[in-house]
């Protein structure tokens, strides 16, 4: 059996995604199977996490297996133990294994390793289970993925660079807005080509159909913070702004979000925000992109 990993928005083709997309919706009325009837999943994450966790938890076990959350501390992965030896051991235990790290080359490294599938629940170059659940929520708001613009307001982090490529992939036209020093840039030169970089965020979100942003510092930026408030002073997303905006434009937010920073005060409430549907989302398209990994 060839293994499937889901390390990058880019390990899936358009077709595939638009598989996994179709599915997570379908599957929302039903959503139990015995796909992982007495099979355990391991779940590793170095950074904290509300949505994804949970969302992994419940999906696993509606899909008929249990978890086994591993805490950083006890692996101590790269300092306890080389992740080649990890990768081996967890192998012979586990069905599959669910990580988020700081460093997306950890995941490649216990890839490489790995003789069950490894899905990336966020690093610091990709979150292509986020992207998932955006592209199944702009999929039932709008009932089409084609000539759907999506404009990304903020800094260019692994959230901007999954759903550039996933937009890529399906054929979605991108916009970028970001200040020069924060710009969005993909290692694959025909995507990067395919982004339209709009320096004014007002223009940008004239042109879209979706507004799109997350915070201005990540986690692991801390530091970075007061700098980066500083440089993204322009791009905070507005009521205004929504209000001006196409009459069926949406606002999306990976969560969590810094209210008063890159939206102003409760935008998240705002008529065109979906992001609550999007949160939810992240359950029923993580569930159908196991079902594909580990058919």
Known sequence: ????????????????????ITRAISSKPMPYNNLLENETVGIWFEKPSL??????????????GTTIYLDKDNIGVGS?????????????YIYAFIARTFAHSTLTEFAKYSTIPIINALS?????????????????????????????????????????????????PFI???????????????????????INPKKAMSAADVIYTDAWTSMGQ???????????QKYQIS?????????????????????????????????????FDQAENRLHAQRAAMEYLFK
């Open 124 to 172: 610091d170059e990709e979150h292509p289970c986020q992207t998932l659940a955006d592209l199944v929520t702009i999929q039932e708001k709008f009932g089409t993925l084609k000539n759907i613009t999506i404009a990304y307001i903020g800094d260019g982090n692994n959230v901007a660079r999954s759903l550039a490529c996933g937009a890529y992939q399906i054929g979605m």
């Open 176 to 198: 970028s807005s970001s200040p020069e020093e924060y710009k969005l840039t993909i290692d694959n030169e025909k995507i990067n080509q395919s982004i339209i970089h709009e």
């Open 222 to 232: 801390e530091a970075e913070s007061e700098i980066r408030k500083k440089a993204f």
């Open 51 to 64: 949505r994804t966790r949970l969302s992994f938890e419940i999906g696993v076990k509606q899909l008929g």
């Open 239 to 275: 009521v205004e702004d929504l209000n001006s905006a196409k009459d069926n434009a949406i606002l999306m937010h990976p969560l969590p979000a810094h209210h008063g920073e890159e939206i102003s005060q409760d935008l998240l409430y705002h008529k065109k925000s979906v992001v």
């Open 80 to 92: 306890r133990e080389p992740i080649r030896d990890v990768a081996n051991v967890i192998s012979r």
């Open 1 to 20: 059996m060839t293994i499937k990993h889901l390390l990058s928005i880019n390990d899936l083709n358009g077709s595939e995604i638009s598989s996994i």
